[in-house]
Nanobody
Framework: QEQLVESGGGLVQAGGSLRLSCVAS????????MGWFRQAPGKEREFVTA????????YYADSVKGRFTISKDNAKNTVYLQMNGLKPEDTAVYYC???????????WGQGTLVTVSS
């Protein structure tokens, strides 16, 4: 079973940047892609971005296009999320996920908290 471990969350001022990492272990290579969701306090979990394991395809939610960039290192089974121009509304727990995203999730990470102060 795949296990996902995130890192890189923290507190940042509005306009700042953070980089999240997610390492996948025990991969079965059955999942089509890997990506990120987020859940703000009192809100439902929402899709943020995903990247194909095999192809250079990337997908972004409209709310983060032009500010967030997803990338991967297949040799390390690692996906990165570079977040620039952070806004207070980006404050959330960010979850790494793998599967046929965003519609089907095979595994979740434990989440990492990102807090953006105004």
């Amino acid at each position: 079973q795949e296990q996902l471990v995130e890192s890189g969350g923290g507190l940042v001022q509005a306009g700042g940047s953070l980089r999240l990492s997610c390492v996948a272990s025990g991969r079965t290579f059955s999942s089509a892609n890997m990506g990120w969701f987020r859940q703000a306090p009192g809100k439902e979990r929402e899709f943020v971005t995903a990247i194909s394991w095999i192809y250079p395809n990337t997908y972004y939610a409209d709310s983060v296009k032009g500010r967030f960039t997803i990338s991967k290192d297949n040799a390390k089974n690692t996906v990165y999320l570079q977040m620039n121009g952070l806004k207070p509304e980006d404050t959330a727990v960010y979850y790494c996920a793998t599967g046929d995203l965003p519609t089907a999730v095979d595994a979740w990470g434990q989440g990492t908290l990102v807090t953006v102060s105004s």
